[in-house]
């Protein structure tokens, strides 16, 4: 009995192996990760300053964090700093003992396995395709009157490409106040929205103390290696329980070294953000011409599309692509996501056009 095999985002070797492709030439659409790739500003300068891993990072990592705050305009006292959001994301729920959670889904799988270790009740707010993944605000403020310990929103969502703008956030922390719940904003992907300043909850930081925002550098950056992850909190006393329990030096010399570049690095900024905002009007107006899909608008840097096409499942068509070099995501994995959904991130305009020619193939 042949069983169709199951791949992540990021299972490159897995993929290459079953499928008889050198991993080197995979085009990897389903990792979402800038295609510009590192900053060569940040590889000269890390290169050059190398002799920093004999010594200890400053444990406090102060000027990272000052670094952050004028990043983030806000201020270093509310950034703490971790080894990637997925550790922030640990030492978040550790701290918190949440016995009840609620998550917007469907969303990044991460959140709920660390819930799992936990043992506490999950639920979730499921976004409607119907409604094109929108979120529904009023009706999901009278779902947070249940009264939650714990929100969890992926901001914009992963792998919906939706997004709450940032007063509709600011709406929902207005009730969560009132009913006690404590919000996680994840903006991996915020930095990818057509307007910045109308997604991301950093202004709402000195307005809320209920909540942390979570970001890092692995997707924007192009640098998941680097493991560094920041959090924008204003409640000093979720800042002090996480850092009483976080292992000392938890981030590198150097990776406290790159993300200073990086987030000054303005010009690296300007040009990823030229090329994605461009690239994915292109793609997404290319993708509406495709018959038997339906295309979702998308404020990060990836779509996600449904298909309708008789007889065609999400593999047949991420086979279609990887057949041809292109590894594209199977949404299957994603819960509650019902239906054929694949989601593919925006690369260089090259390869974008070689992944809508396959595509226009195998919808035709």
Known sequence: MNTRPEFHGSDLEKIAEHYGIPKDSIINFG???NPLGLSENVKAEV???LDIISSYPDREYTSLRHVIGNYCQVSPSHVLVGNGSTELISLLIEQMHPKKTLI???TYSEYARELSLGGNTQEYYHLDAGTTFRLDIPDFLKRLQARY???IICNPNNPTSSVISTEEMRQILDVCKETGTFVMIDETYVEFAPVLSQATAMPLVKVFDNFIILRGVSKFFAAPGLRLGYGVTSSHPLLEGIKEHQIPWSLNSIGAFAGELMLQDTRY???TRELILSERTRML??????PHITVYDAA???ILIQIHKDNTTAFDIFESCIKKGLMIRDCSSFQCL???YVRFCIMNPDDNTHLLNILREALA
């Open 300 to 302: 990060a840097n990836f």
């Open 47 to 49: 290169a050059r300053r």
């Open 269 to 271: 900024i300007q040009k």
């Open 104 to 106: 917007l889904g469907p």
């Open 31 to 33: 990792a979402n990760v």
């Open 285 to 290: 107006e290319e993708l509406r011409r495709l």
């Open 149 to 151: 310990d714990l929100l």
């Open 338 to 340: 019902e239906g054929e």
